[in-house]
């Protein structure tokens, strides 16, 4: 019996690139101009990556592909720096002194260039609205990103490893 090769079968740095890649070169999608003055986002990217647009948005596509229902500020909390994501509050052991908590102060991702792809998106009808609120993958765009990862699995074999 064979197996059907979803997105999750797909190592996810190999899938980003690989959508990221063929959303540019579809050119349905565009980039707003101030994506190549805005900085990288806590060292995940580097500065000099062209592509950083299509990237963001390859992931949030993946994002939406595994979890569905989610809106933008729970995309704007999950691709915020991991350091601001794993650290809890840290409390001084004296908690009379004037520095009782250490500064701790959350990031979170740009909203407005998450906002732009979730558009670029639901203009391309990969994206839908969820009658319960939030978004969802559509049926198009569930079918186009598992033809990206059938075509990443046939040419390459990479897989998750379990």
Same mark, same amino acid.
């Given at each position: 019996?064979?197996?059907?090769?979803?997105?999750?079968?797909?190592?996810?740095?190999?899938?980003?690139?690989?959508?990221?890649?063929?959303?540019?070169?579809?050119?349905?999608?565009?980039?707003?101009?101030?994506?190549?003055?805005?900085?990288?986002?806590?060292?995940?990217?580097? %500065?000099? /990556?062209? =592509?950083?647009?299509?990237?963001?948005?390859? @992931?949030?596509?993946?994002?939406?592909? $595994?979890? &569905?229902?989610?809106?933008?500020?729970?995309?704007?909390?999950?691709?915020?720096?991991?350091?601001?994501?794993?650290?809890?509050?840290?409390?001084?052991?004296?908690?009379?002194?004037?520095?009782?908590?250490?500064?701790?102060?959350?990031?979170?991702?740009?909203?407005?260039?998450?906002?732009?792809?979730?558009?670029?998106?639901?203009?391309?009808? %990969?994206? /839908?609205? =969820?009658?319960?609120?939030?978004?969802?993958? @559509?049926?198009?765009?569930?079918?186009? $990103?598992? &033809?990206?990862?059938?075509?990443?699995?046939?040419?390459?074999?990479?897989?998750?490893?379990?």
């Amino acid at each position: 019996m064979v197996k059907e090769i979803t997105v999750k079968d797909i190592n996810s740095q190999v899938f980003v690139k690989a959508y990221a890649a063929h959303l540019k070169e579809s050119g349905k999608m565009t980039s707003p101009k101030y994506v190549d003055r805005r900085k990288a986002s806590f060292k995940r990217y580097s %500065i000099n /990556e062209n =592509d950083l647009y299509y990237i963001k948005a390859a @992931s949030v596509a993946r994002h939406f592909y $595994l979890r &569905s229902n989610i809106g933008i500020g729970g995309l704007c909390k999950s691709n915020s720096s991991s350091l601001s994501r794993h650290t809890l509050h840290s409390y001084s052991t004296f908690p009379s002194t004037s520095s009782s908590i250490s500064s701790y102060n959350p990031t979170t991702a740009s909203g407005n260039t998450i906002r732009k792809i979730i558009e670029n998106f639901e203009e391309m009808g %990969i994206l /839908e609205k =969820d009658y319960c609120g939030g978004r969802r993958l @559509s049926q198009k765009g569930r079918k186009s $990103l598992d &033809s990206i990862a059938i075509q990443i699995y046939q040419e390459n074999g990479y897989k998750t490893e379990k």
